[in-house]
Structure formats: C-alpha cells, structure tokens
C-alpha cells in the first residue's frame, strides 16, 4: 500500500510539474509577441523619421536646382545688359550684380552638394531600416502563426493532464492527497522528493537518523522537518520506474 501510494504522489507531482510549464507557457507566450510587436514599431517609427529626412532633403534640392535655374537666367539676362551698358557707372553696378550672383551660385552649389551627400546617406538608411522592419515582420507574423498553434497545443495537453491528475487524485486516500495539496500551497515545486544517504533532495539537508530508519521501513508516508515536504526513501523507487511514469503521463 505505501509503495503504490508514493508512486502515485510522484506521478501526481509529475503531472503537476508539466501543468505548471504549461500554464507558465501560456501566461508568457503572449509577452513574447508583445517584445516583437513593440519592436516592430520602433523600427517603424524610425523606417517613418528617414522618410521625413529624405522628404525634407528632397525638397532642399529641388528649391536650390530652382534658385540657381533662375540665378542662371538672370545672369545671363545680366551679361546681356552688360553689352548695352552706356556709362562706366551702370558697368560697375552690373559687374557688382554680377559677382554676387555668381557667389550666391557658388553658395548654393555648395548646399545642393552638402544636401545631395546627406540624401544619399538617408536613402541608405532608408534600405537599412526598411529591411529591419521587413525581417521584423515576418518574425512577428511567424511567432503570432506559431503563438495560436502552441496555445491550442498546450490547452489539449492541459486537458489531457487534467483528467489525468483526476484519476491520480482518485487512488490516493483523503488525507495524503490532502497533505499534498496542503504542501503544493505553501511551497514551490517540488512536493515530494526522494531521501538517499540521510539527505533530503528537496533541501539538500540531512534528515534525522531515527527518521531516515522510519523512511527506510516504508510504512508510513513522512515529511522532512527542514523543508515540510513529503519524502520517500530513493530506493522505493527505482529510476526506470520514475521514468515509465513519466512516460505514462506524456
């Protein structure tokens, strides 16, 4: 009887250890999509100020191609005048218009370059995080596909785990089940662990002698005075049994 009813406890808190990844899983799915989605959108929302550098730098260019098209014809129209001139007085005067807009030219030659140089630095920026933003994309939409098949994977598990730990529950007396969802409350997993050599593997501090003895008879389910959790004696339980009840549960 004492033998079949630690088994059970071990089989119990087997189930319940796979519950609580489980439902830890899905309480921290959802948090990973969050991560991306907040990272999609920082990649959007600097994809969104490059374009606004570009527009900004686009349109400097265009407004200087446009001055110094009509610097041009005015300088022209200037040089023109220049042949008409009919006192040294006006001759100075044109010369003068001339040069400076001959230096504004030069000037705004100068910003068109500087602009055009950063335009080009943008629009390389622009390919960079466009591309971020795409393999972002593509990460969150996978993670979302996949998010609903683990979630929908993870909650059939539940249910089957569920009726398992129903059947469990219903072999084990009263008292001992009670016991241990007494423990499961107020400790973290595990409930019940094994005792081998005196020293109890949930606290890693030895046991009683008097109590190990009393472990070692298998007469009674006992708890470890360090840690409260309930102990069995290692060898009551071999390993490959542990194993097939894992197996049994999966």
């Known amino acids: ?15 319940d250890g796979e519950m609580i990844a489980l439902k830890s899983e899905l309480a921290n799915a959802p948090k990973e999509i969050q991560g991306l989605e907040k990272k999609f959108q920082d990649t959007e929302a600097a994809k969104e100020q490059v374009r606004e550098k570009l527009n900004y730098l686009t349109d400097q260019l265009r407004r200087l191609e446009t001055d110094l098209a009509d610097d041009s014809v005015r300088l022209k129209k200037s ?11 006006e001759y100075h005067a044109m010369v003068r218009e001339m040069d400076s807009l001959e230096k504004l030219n030069r000037s705004r030659d100068e910003e068109k370059a500087a602009f055009a140089e950063e335009l080009e630095r ?7 995080v466009t591309a971020q933003a795409d393999a972002v994309r593509v ?3 996978a993670a979302r596909a996949g998010l609903a098949e683990r979630m929908t994977a993870a909650e059939k598990r539940l249910e089957v785990l569920n009726g398992q730990r129903r059947e469990a529950c219903k072999v084990l007396p009263p008292p001992i089940l009670s016991r ?3 423990i499961r409350s107020r400790l973290a997993n595990p409930v019940i662990v094994s005792v081998d050599l005196g020293v109890c593997s949930g606290c890693n501090i030895s046991i009683p002698p008097q109590a190990y003895i009393e472990l070692q008879k298998g007469q009674q389910i006992l708890s470890c005075p360090n840690c409260q959790r309930l102990i069995y004696w290692q060898q009551h339980i071999a390993p490959a049994q542990t194993e097939e009840t894992a197996d049994a549960k999966a």
């Open 1 to 15: 009887m004492y033998q079949k009813q630690i088994e059970q406890l071990v089989m119990l808190q087997l189930i």
């Open 180 to 182: 241990y969802e007494f």
């Open 139 to 141: 990460e969150l939409d």
């Open 122 to 128: 943008q629009a390389a920026a622009d390919q960079e």
């Open 79 to 89: 040089k023109s005048k220049m042949m008409m001139v009919g006192n040294s007085k």
